[in-house]
């Protein structure tokens, strides 16, 4: 990944390809954001004027590149755009920051050495810049042929540009203990989010649910997480029903991974429980051409359940946080589960499975069950679970769902509060009906009508009593199918990993319940 470093040395004396500095949308035109002061000034004041000949505005995600000025070690200037000036006496906020960096490293694909130049006013201003420019120089292409057969394949693809090798922020000291903390969190959730990215970006074929749980386990090993996984025999013993049920038509086996961080025992302790079908075929109700062109993104939620577990630990989080993959394909077969066909579910309950593409929710019902019975304080799950909530939120909002609207709320500010858009969404209990069964307790469908919703209050009804509980549907923001913007890519976003994260140090921060 992109090396980080903090310098407070001037920018005329970087030995940089480039230097990057921020530029807003003012009343008049576009001005130039604080750290840049000493560029500017080297333009004899005019650096402003200059990026309105160019035809810059300072708008959100904007790039201009013109020459550096004369005495500069780097030959290049790169103007990023922050957006609209802040209020008077307030600063740029984290997320405006987080994309503006983001944006220029995502532009400077190619480039070895970037030194940032971005308005800096604390600690929280250097962990966003660094965490944007992480994320934004992330690229997957362990798959594109170099060109080259005697180097490692996926280095420097042929006609894709390497990421930005190396960031300098100017403006924050190296020294200071809070800026280093920041960049430390920082490059720990960056690292992990966009391993995340790697496992939603990498094919079926090559991710199927035990080659999930083998990268689980190297990195629990790495970062001194316990873990432990149930293959289909261990399943089938501890009668997860719903689990073997999704993964009956695959000829990879399912698995349910159980990820452990301890920070000790009179802590606080969190569940988090993620989706994680490594291809969603449909099964036997199989999806149409045009519906799963995309369907190896629906392990996101395990895959964001896997990357926080593994982030609490490496900032060694003074909460204990337990991460409950659920892996399985969804395939159709002869041995695969038909509509029509009863599971007898982990909790003892029986569900008629009217269709099997509404896979994810029987999965996540063992692993909530099962998570349940440790007694957390608190339990999430992640999931792509709905094309419903996609069609009500989007592609970049998540739905939070929950049983208790003080636990919804949090979540809906913690993930406002770490760049990620998402909106409360109720369970209203008249829709339960719809998912009554002639046969068995419950069916795996309900009402068309609130798709999103139905699949929610599923779930619901296999929490412990008594449990705080959310359900991030990421369905949409999960996977990027349009250009990258900020700091988002195209394809795996890491879409709530750093609510998740968040979440867990707020708990540790003792500002939760
Ligand atoms: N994985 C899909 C949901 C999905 C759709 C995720 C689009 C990302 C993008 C899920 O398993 C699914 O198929 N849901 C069905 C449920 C229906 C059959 C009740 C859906 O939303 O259509
Ligand atoms: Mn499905
Ligand atoms: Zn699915």
């Given at each position: 990944m992109t090396a980080l470093t903090l310098s407070t040395a001037a920018a005329s004396g970087q030995r940089a390809d480039v230097i990057v500095v921020g530029v807003a949308k003012g009343a008049k035109g576009p001005v130039v954001a604080p750290g840049a002061e000493s560029v500017d000034k080297a333009y004899d004041g005019k650096l402003a004027s200059v990026l309105e000949t160019l035809g810059a505005a300072g708008a959100e995600g904007e790039v201009t590149k013109l020459p550096a000025p004369?005495?500069?070690?780097?030959?290049l200037v790169l103007a990023v755009g922050l957006g609209a000036v802040p209020e008077k006496d307030s600063g740029y906020d984290a997320e405006a920051l987080r994309r503006a960096a983001g944006a220029a490293a995502r532009a400077l694909a190619g480039s070895k050495k970037a030194a940032f130049a971005l308005p800096i006013e604390d600690a929280a201003d250097t962990g966003a810049i660094a965490e944007g420019a992480l994320l934004g120089a992330y690229s997957f292409d362990a798959y594109k042929d170099n060109g080259d057969d005697t180097a490692a394949k996926g280095k420097g693809a042929k006609g894709a540009k390497a990421p930005l090798a190396e960031v300098a922020l100017l403006?924050?000291?190296?020294?200071d203990k809070a800026h280093k903390a920041a960049v430390e969190r920082a490059t720990a959730v960056a690292e992990e989010l966009n391993r995340a990215r790697d496992l939603v970006n990498t094919p079926p074929n090559d991710l199927n649910p035990e080659a999930f749980a083998a990268v689980a386990t190297a990195a629990a090993k790495e970062h001194g997480v316990k873990i432990q996984v149930l293959d289909e025999k261990a399943l089938a013993k501890g009668g997860y029903g719903g689990i073997l049920g999704v993964g009956a038509g695959s000829e990879a086996p399912p698995r349910l991974v159980k990820l452990s961080y301890s920070a000790g025992k009179a802590k606080k302790h969190l569940a988090f429980v993620g989706k994680g079908i490594t291809y969603d075929s449909g099964g036997i109700s199989l999806k149409p051409a045009g519906h799963n062109e995309t369907m190896k993104c629906d392990m996101a939620g395990a895959a964001a359940v896997f990357a926080a577990v593994i982030t609490a630990a490496r900032l060694g989080l003074d909460v204990n946080v337990t991460g409950w993959l659920a892996l399985a394909e969804n395939m159709p077969s002869g041995s695969a589960t038909r509509p029509g066909d009863v599971l007898r579910m982990y909790s003892g309950k029986t569900v008629e499975v009217l269709n099997t593409d509404a896979e994810g929710r029987l999965v996540l019902a063992d692993a909530l069950t099962r998570a349940s019975e440790e007694k957390p304080d608190a339990i999430v799950d992640v999931a792509t679970l709905t094309g419903a909530m996609m069609m009500a939120l989007g592609g970049r909002t998540f739905g939070i769902m929950a049983n208790d609207d003080a636990f919804r709320t949090s979540v809906h500010e913690i993930a406002e509060e770490v760049g990620e858009p998402s909106w409360p969404m109720p369970l209203p209990e008249?829709?339960?009906?719809?998912?009554?069964?002639p046969t068995a307790d419950i069916a795996n469908m309900g009402e068309r009508m609130g798709g999103g919703l139905v699949a929610g209050l599923f779930l619901k009804e296999f929490v412990g009593e008594g449990i705080a509980w959310a359900h991030l549907d990421i369905a949409g923001p999960a996977y990027n199918e349009s250009a990258p913007f900020g700091y988002t890519p195209k394809g795996g976003t890491g879409s709530a990993v750093r609510t998740l994260v968040r979440l867990a140090e707020r708990t540790a921060a003792g500002d939760l319940g």
């Open positions: 004369s005495g500069f070690k780097a030959p403006g924050a000291k190296s020294r008249h829709l339960r009906k719809g998912m009554d069964s």
